[in-house]
């Protein structure tokens, strides 16, 4: 069964602590992505990465840290300089670039304690 | 960079009419322009896409129209039913340089049974 997934469903946050989410695919893309949805609003971009070792930075990328040491596995860390961490995150990813299909995990809800 | 915009922001229609949704571009250069649907506490997933080199593009009850004279392209969806209440995104890039995908802020639509 093809497709994106994404861990934890829901994610509770510290003060000060980082968090990991994790996004993986099996379609053999080779682009990756990561977005933050807030209330009301678009989907803003984050960190994109078109090849394994490489990424760039989105629009908000100050308080995220990423990783991609393999081609299916692109995890996001919101570090404790992320001030308004709670959001809905979206990871995505699209065969090779930005004017192809981008096909969605389920998302992850964070939540700060 | 590119400034997608989208109206109205929310559209109620009764069931079995149609749903239009508009979208205005800022860069015109930008030549794929996708529209996603949303559903609550889902990812989003494209529904229908169309390039600059045409016009119109349709499938079954989903089709959508692009003006590049004027920068604007919409989403019509004819015959709504029920579980066309989502949320509906569209999105603009360009193909050269780093034109990552810029998303507009969303329509709810809601249809009334």
């Known amino acids: 069964d093809g497709g994106i997934t994404q861990s934890p469903k829901y994610l509770f946050r510290k003060e000060g602590q980082n968090v990991t989410l994790s996004c993986e695919q099996n379609l053999n893309h080779d682009a990756m992505y990561w977005y933050r949805q807030d209330p009301g609003q678009g989907l803003r971009l984050i960190y994109y990465s078109q090849i394994v070792n490489d990424f760039q930075k989105g629009d908000i990328a100050e308080g995220y840290s990423v990783s991609r040491e393999k081609k299916e596995s692109f995890p996001l860390t919101v570090t404790s300089a992320q001030k308004n961490p709670t959001a809905f995150y979206l990871c995505?990813?699209?065969?090779?670039?930005?004017?192809?299909?981008?096909?969605f995990g389920p998302g992850t809800r964070l939540l700060v304690l | 960079g590119e400034n997608v915009e989208q109206h109205p922001s929310t559209l109620s229609v009764q069931e079995g009419d149609s749903a239009v949704i508009k979208c205005t571009y800022s860069d015109s250069a930008s030549n794929y322009f996708p529209w996603y649907k949303q559903e609550l506490g889902k990812g989003p997933q494209l529904i229908i896409d169309?390039?600059?080199?045409?016009g119109e593009k349709k499938d079954q009850r989903i089709a959508v129209t692009l003006n590049k004279t004027a920068k604007h392209f919409s989403l019509h969806i004819t015959e709504t039913q029920p579980e066309d209440s989502a949320v509906y995104f569209c999105a603009a890039s360009g193909a050269y340089g780093n034109n990552r995908l810029a998303f507009g802020k969303g329509n709810q639509v809601v249809v009334i049974p």
């Open positions: 169309i390039r600059s080199n045409v």
């Open positions: 995505a990813s699209s065969a090779r670039d930005y004017q192809e299909t981008q096909y």
